[in-house]
C-alpha cells in the first residue's frame, strides 16, 4: 500500500561555497591564466571515460519525488545563456537512502557552475523557464552503471517542492 503523499516544502538558499561544501564545490569564473587551485573544480573521473555533453531540459518545474547519486564519480553541471537554476542535494554517506531531513536547495544563478562530490544526493536541475540547457561532466556511463535512485514518495510518503526566497 502507497503511503499518503505530502508535500514538503523546501526554500533555496543562494548557493556559497561555505554552505554547499558538504555536496560539493561553487565554480565561480577567474581571471585567465589563473594557476590550478583549491577553487578549481576538483575532479574525481579516473573510473572511466569522462563525458563531458551539452543537454537541453524542458518543462521541469520545481518538484522532485526521486532523488539520486553516483558513488564512483564526481558530476559538474552549469547552466548555459546564463540561465538560473534550483538544486535539491543531500550529503553522501554509506546509507541505500538520503535522511529526508538533510535536504537541502539551492538557487544557483548562471554565472557559475557546480561539483557534486562522490556520492552526493541530487535532485535536478529544476526551474521555471520553458527550456534550459546545461553541460555535464561525468563518465560515459555513470547513467547506466552509477545510478542509484531513492524514491522518496515511496519510501517516505514525500515530494518536494522548492521556492525562492520570499523578497520583503
Not at 546545461?134 to 517516505?156: K, V
Amino acid at each position: 500500500m502507497a503511503l499518503p503523499l505530502t508535500i514538503q516544502p523546501l526554500t533555496a538558499q543562494p548557493i556559497h561555497p561555505d554552505t554547499f561544501a558538504p555536496f560539493g564545490q561553487v565554480i565561480f569564473p577567474r581571471p585567465d591564466g589563473t594557476p590550478f587551485g583549491p577553487e578549481d573544480a576538483q575532479l574525481q573521473l579516473e573510473a572511466g571515460i569522462p563525458r563531458f555533453y551539452l543537454m537541453t531540459l524542458r518543462g521541469r518545474g520545481t518538484r522532485f519525488r526521486t532523488i539520486t547519486r553516483h558513488r564512483r564519480c564526481t558530476q559538474c553541471l552549469g547552466a548555459l545563456e546564463g540561465q538560473d537554476w534550483l538544486l535539491g542535494v543531500a550529503p553522501p554517506g554509506p546509507a541505500d537512502q538520503p535522511d529526508p531531513a538533510a535536504i537541502q536547495a539551492f538557487h544557483i544563478p548562471g554565472n557559475c557552475f557546480i561539483k557534486l562530490e562522490v556520492g552526493t544526493w541530487h535532485a535536478g536541475p529544476y526551474f521555471s523557464q520553458a527550456t534550459v540547457s546545461f553541460y555535464n561532466l561525468e563518465l560515459s556511463d555513470t547513467n547506466l552503471t552509477d545510478h542509484q535512485t531513492c524514491n522518496l514518495a515511496q519510501s517516505f510518503g514525500l515530494e518536494f517542492e522548492i521556492s525562492l526566497p520570499r523578497v520583503s
